[in-house]
C-alpha cells in the first residue's frame, strides 16, 4: 500500500498551468517520527506497530538500516528543539528523503482527522 502522488517535471514554454504539464507517478511509503530526548518512535505506512529506537548514535544507525529498506520512504519528522538534527543529518547522509514539520501543524492535523488523544506512537502514525 504505496501512497501514490504526481509530479510535474516539465512544462512546455508559455503553457498555462492547466495545459501542456507532464506528470509522472510517483509511489512513496509514509515514514512519521515522533522525535523525543532520549526516543525515536517509527510509524510506517502499511506496519501496524510503531517501532521505538533510542535517540543515539546507535539508535539512529538502526533506524536508518531500517529505513534503507522501505521502498521509497518519504519521511517526516517534527522539529523538537534539536533533537531530530542528528536523525536529519544522518537521514540526508544515507540519501534518504527527509522533511522537518512544525509540531503544531501535525497535531492540528492530527486534531483534524479526529484524533484527540496524544502519545508519542499516535504522533508518529499521524505523520506517516
Not at 504526481?6 to 508559455?14: A, D, M, N, Y
Not at 512519521?32 to 521505538?52: C, M, N, P, Q, S
Not at 538502526?62 to 519521511?75: C, E, H, T, Y
Request: proline share 2%; glycine share 8%; net charge negative.
Amino acid at each position: 500500500m504505496h501512497e501514490v502522488s504526481l509530479e510535474l517535471i516539465s512544462v512546455g514554454p508559455g503553457a498555462m498551468l492547466s495545459t501542456g504539464q507532464l506528470y509522472r507517478r510517483i509511489e512513496m511509503t509514509a515514514v512519521g517520527v515522533d522525535v523525543g530526548k532520549a526516543t525515536l518512535d517509527v510509524a510506517i505506512e502499511g506496519v501496524a506497530k510503531v517501532t521505538r529506537f533510542a535517540n543515539s548514535a546507535a539508535g539512529i544507525r538502526k533506524l536508518v538500516r531500517r529505513l534503507d529498506d522501505v521502498a521509497d520512504a518519504r519521511i517526516v519528522v517534527e522539529a523538537t528543539g534539536g533533537y531530530e538534527d542528528a536523525l536529519l543529518e544522518a537521514c540526508c547522509d544515507a540519501g534518504l528523503w527527509v522533511a522537518r514539520i512544525n509540531p503544531r501543524q501535525a497535531r492540528d492535523f492530527a486534531r483534524a482527522t479526529g484524533e484527540l488523544a496524544k502519545t508519542d506512537a499516535i504522533d508518529a502514525a499521524c505523520c506517516a
